[in-house]
């Protein structure tokens, strides 16, 4: 592991901002300002991505207490390192992010197609997925995510545009969880839940004026897709029509709208419960 | 409303950073940056805190399209305000916040003591309360807090030192919940426990190492605390060793742990259906 002797202004910006990717080549990686889609953070993000061998890593940036943690595995995969300062890390990555010393640079995961998904499924096998109606805010989509990974759900489905990157924020949210659920992009949703019910999925759909509870749901079928849309605007009407149910999150307080992130939890452990009890 | 006319730069900061509380008195509200203790922005964290008579606002700065939303609570309140740019108040607040446009300079609520809520309680009437362990990330309160107000969750219970402010991040991520449930501070949680047990709660704590797992749970107690830990550190001993019952949250997938606002909303969810059903 080498330490970077150059200032991070010369060594990765150019005076007028744009990344000084002009180095020798092959004496060291060259150090641009990382782009999203390439960097994964945060050292339960990094921590999971070094240990998923599916995950292409390019180059370790590490602070000396973060290299203490992570320094093996990045050793053990033979990846090229640099030891750096945490404010050369914040140069690194372009913008305020909590990267916690560890910053890798990384090619996003290969993630199936739904019918790939599909066709990889044995029939019959039972199957929790999630949908995510143009929900964009990476914090939001990676929490799902990490809940997606803590309750065995086995999929996301998102639509391919409005969708933020499988990387940075959204990684560093899902808390290593990028590794284990993989994300499928589509480019329509409606048509995505009819290939799901052709595939025996029954599709369960939230909504704040959905006559029934939630909480009334005491069976949920082996295969089951639940379908959540954004918090301001809710499912978009063909994929709420794409539902075989809906149901609302009962929030018999004060506030009524929970956090995406946070019902999402409520209906994954309560899914997880069923299943276990089923 | 008045629009602000000089530029913010010269407004608010002194060329070394100071803030800028020259302008001549009387003539319109001083507007160094406002501290976080004192800042609540956000369209539904602003919206909550115009509607709560308790909350002291002294200013509120606001763009057009806020204001199209907001201004008609803010005249009716009698509270001054100006119209800014977005850019004007991201320099208000002095840091990246994500106002949506709506930024209120107000007092941070006045809290009851531990005491004084426990007296204020009467006599046998059901509560569920949540006592948070050291929980320092603000955007992990907020959400709790916003949790708790949807699941009628009466007062959150954390300790005055390791508890961030509030107001500003905390109130953001609430999205108005801080308007409606109490945030009692105290010096010591363990001592807090004691005295909960005296006015009959019993005290739940989540603890990744517990042998009984909370989904096995099919009653509360009709007073109950439920206590989390940092997500790092888990519970305190003392504060572990002051709960009835220390439960794990069971995750059955490949991520073991919980963001602490799911594990909160998961069981916050979980009370209030064992509420309804009791």
């Known amino acids: 592991m080498e330490r970077m002797k150059s200032r991070p202004k010369d060594r990765w910006h150019g005076k007028d901002g744009r990344a000084a990717n002009k180095a020798a080549p092959g004496r060291r990686p060259q150090h641009g300002t990382l782009p999203e889609a390439r960097a994964v953070y945060g050292l339960h993000a990094a921590e999971a991505a070094l240990a998923n061998p599916k995950r292409k890593i390019r180059h370790a940036y590490l602070t000396e207490n973060a290299a203490a943690k992570l320094g093996a595995a990045v050793a053990g995969r033979g990846i090229a390192s ?17 990267h916690q010393g560890a910053v890798l640079d990384a090619e996003p995961l290969a993630q199936p197609g739904l019918d790939e998904f599909l066709d990889g499924l044995p029939e019959g096998e039972p199957a929790a997925l999630a949908m995510l109606d143009q929900v964009t805010d990476p914090h939001n989509v990676g929490a799902v995510l990490r809940s997606a990974a803590a309750f065995g759900i086995a999929a996301l489905i998102v639509q391919d545009r409005h969708s933020p990157p499988l990387t940075g924020t ?5 808390s290593g969880a990028a590794e284990h659920v993989p994300i499928i992009s589509t480019v329509n949703l409606a048509r995505a839940l009819e290939r799901l019910k052709e595939h025996g999925f029954e599709c369960i759909g939230f909504d704040s004026d959905a006559e029934e509870q939630f909480s009334t749901v005491d069976a949920v079928a082996a295969r089951t897709v639940f379908v959540f849309g954004a918090e301001d605007k809710g499912l978009r009407r063909l994929v709420r029509e794409g539902c075989d149910a809906l149901y609302a999150l009962s929030a018999p307080g004060k506030i009524k709208s929970l956090n995406i992130s946070n019902a999402a939890a409520i ?5 997880a419960k069923a299943h276990c009890a089923g």
């Open 82 to 98: 640099s030891l750096l300062t945490p404010p050369e890390l914040d140069a690194l990555l372009g913008r305020d992010a909590v």
């Open 170 to 174: 959204l990684a560093k949210a899902a």
């Open 267 to 271: 209906v994954f452990y309560e899914a």
